[in-house]
Nanobody
Framework: VQLQASGGGLVQAGGSLRLSCAASGRTFSSYGWFRQAPGKEREFVAYINWSGGNTYYTDSVKGRFTISRDSAKNTVYLQMNSLKPEDTAVYYC????????????????????WGQGTQVTVSS
């Protein structure tokens, strides 16, 4: 079982990036994106439920980021628009075998599998 994250890079403020998280070995019920900036704790960014497509976002990215899934490719995406310098971080995708309840989706400890992280840098 492996999660492969990709799509990070350097972009100017106001620009866009799309991150991908390809799962191999199995399909998971829950996927999340987290990020960790230097000197800060890892924080929740977005969540999607694989079966129903329900999504949740942290307040700071609502209206700018969109999480989605492609069942045929077993891949989850994070479309990031209107990027800001404060979005700079290493972004991690995570997955859990079972469905999460709303109170759990923002906590990294509830996810079983993690990708390797992809760096996103937004210049001002």
């Amino acid at each position: 079982v492996q999660l492969q994250a990709s799509g990070g890079g350097l972009v100017q403020a106001g620009g866009s990036l799309r991150l991908s998280c390809a799962a191999s070995g199995r399909t998971f019920s829950s996927y999340g994106w987290f990020r960790q900036a230097p000197g800060k704790e890892r924080e929740f960014v977005a969540y999607i439920n694989w079966s129903g497509g329900n999504t949740y976002y942290t307040d700071s990215v609502k209206g700018r980021f969109t999480i989605s899934r492609d069942s045929a490719k077993n891949t989850v995406y994070l479309q990031m628009n209107s990027l800001k310098p404060e979005d700079t971080a290493v972004y991690y995708c995570a997955a859990r075998t079972n469905r999460l309840v709303v109170s759990q989706i923002g906590r990294s400890t509830h996810y079983d599998y993690w990708g390797q992280g992809t760096q996103v840098t937004v210049s001002s």
